[in-house]
């Protein structure tokens, strides 16, 4: 069992930066491949961005490359999302999530039902 906790979520303005981080506990982090999804009201959670087991793949939406940067420290038990010229569009609740595998094909990593654990959630919420 692996147990998720979100934070760093809040309110900014348009154009600004927000770092989510993911906290997990209860088994070896570095077994588990990672991602963060979104969920806007009245829509269908959708992905974000995943890393793998080491940090050599990454891959995130279209909606967000270039903007936001997935990270992982093995270490602390921590995957980060740095997000950056934030948009109104961007507002959801971040969820972070774990796949049982160090690594997920590209087939995969994009779909919810790849993941086993999940967060709870943190609001994100850009003004225009």
């Known amino acids: 069992q692996v147990q998720l906790v979100e934070s760093g979520g809040g309110l900014v303005q348009a154009g600004g930066s927000l770092r989510l981080a993911c906290a997990a506990s209860?088994?070896?982090?570095?077994?588990?491949?990672m991602a963060w999804f979104r969920q806007a009201p009245g829509k269908e959670r959708e992905f974000v961005a995943y890393i793998n087991w080491s940090s050599a793949n990454t891959y995130y939406a279209d909606s967000v490359k270039g903007r936001f940067t997935i990270s992982r420290d093995n270490a602390e038990n921590t995957v980060s999302l740095q997000m950056n010229s934030l948009k109104p569009e961007d507002t959801a609740v971040y969820y972070c999530?774990?796949?049982?595998?160090?690594?997920?094909?590209?087939?995969?990593?994009?779909?919810?039902?790849?993941?086993?654990?999940w967060g709870q959630g943190t609001q994100v919420t850009v003004s225009s």
């Open positions: 209860g088994r070896t982090f570095s077994n588990y491949a």
């Open positions: 999530a774990a796949a049982r595998t160090s690594v997920l094909l590209a087939t995969s990593r994009i779909n919810a039902q790849a993941y086993a654990y």
